[in-house]
């Protein structure tokens, strides 16, 4: 849903979508550069595999001596999930008809630099060190439809989150005889400053 257009919604069907949507809320994030609000609801198992192979990544680094135990103890492995209830959805929701952002999103992020200083962000998943208020390294994952969305997201990511080191974009494609295609794509910054593609693997499965 694109800001401009929200307004023009009439209330009892904004309002019948805002329950259906929250029965199985998933996440929401806000883009204020691109005025898109989203709200992502019932992830598949595909656009949740890669949190396994995350745990499992950092399990590795510990074996491999690359990280402590202590260490990783302080890197929290986070799934962008909020605990917001209808009432709150729905009142951000009216928030936004008013074009003002409230940040009643318990688990969301906020903080971002110009120009998303009014963002809010939920990552598919992310790796959150202790004491900082945003990740450094954040996943965002989705069928090949959601690429545009997805590249806005890793824009916002790393240009408005100063702490952000790291964006993972994960594209899935449908193949045949149900099998996927998983394109990555490693995203950081160059010495510059500069947001940059980092690396790319290419991967096919069951589901």
Same mark, same amino acid.
């Given at each position: 849903?694109?800001?401009?257009?929200?307004?023009?919604?009439?209330?009892?069907?904004?309002?019948?979508?805002?329950?259906?949507?929250?029965?199985?809320?998933?996440?929401?994030?806000?883009?204020?550069?691109?005025?898109?609000?989203?709200?992502?609801?019932?992830?598949?198992?595909?656009?949740?595999?890669?949190?396994?192979?995350?745990?499992?990544?950092?399990?590795?680094?510990?074996?491999?001596?690359?990280?402590?135990?202590?260490?990783? @103890?302080? +890197?929290? $492995?986070?799934? *962008? &999930?909020?605990?917001?209830?209808?009432?709150?959805?729905?009142? =951000?929701?009216? !928030?936004?008809?008013?074009?003002?952002?409230?940040?009643?999103?318990?688990?969301?992020?906020?903080?971002?630099?110009?120009?998303?200083?009014?963002?809010?962000?939920?990552?598919?998943?992310?790796?959150?060190?202790?004491?900082?208020?945003?990740?450094?390294?954040?996943?965002?994952?989705?069928?090949?439809?959601?690429?545009?969305?997805?590249?806005?997201? @890793?824009? +916002?990511? $790393?240009?408005? *989150? &100063?702490?952000?080191?790291?964006?993972?974009?994960?594209?899935? =494609?449908?193949? !045949?005889?149900?099998?996927?295609?998983?394109?990555?794509?490693?995203?950081?910054?160059?010495?510059?400053?500069?947001?940059?593609?980092?690396?790319?693997?290419?991967?096919?499965?069951?589901?």
């Amino acid at each position: 849903m694109r800001g401009p257009f929200l307004g023009t919604l009439p209330k009892a069907a904004t309002t019948r979508r805002f329950e259906t949507t929250s029965k199985h809320y998933s996440s929401i994030s806000y883009n204020p550069l691109t005025k898109v609000l989203t709200a992502r609801v019932m992830p598949t198992t595909v656009h949740d595999c890669h949190q396994e192979w995350l745990s499992n990544e950092l399990l590795d680094m510990v074996m491999a001596g690359f990280l402590t135990v202590a260490e990783r @103890k302080k +890197l929290k $492995l986070r799934v *962008g &999930t909020s605990m917001m209830h209808l009432f709150s959805f729905y009142f =951000t929701f009216l !928030s936004f008809l008013k074009f003002y952002l409230i940040d009643i999103l318990l688990l969301a992020f906020t903080g971002f630099a110009a120009p998303y200083t009014s963002a809010v962000k939920e990552p598919d998943t992310c790796i959150l060190p202790d004491a900082l208020p945003l990740p450094t390294v954040a996943v965002e994952s989705g069928w090949s439809e959601s690429w545009p969305r997805l590249e806005a997201d @890793k824009d +916002l990511w $790393l240009v408005g *989150g &100063t702490a952000v080191e790291l964006v993972l974009l994960i594209r899935w =494609t449908k193949i !045949s005889n149900g099998r996927v295609k998983g394109n990555l794509h490693v995203h950081g910054r160059d010495l510059a400053g500069n947001v940059v593609l980092l690396q790319t693997e290419v991967c096919d499965c069951y589901i």
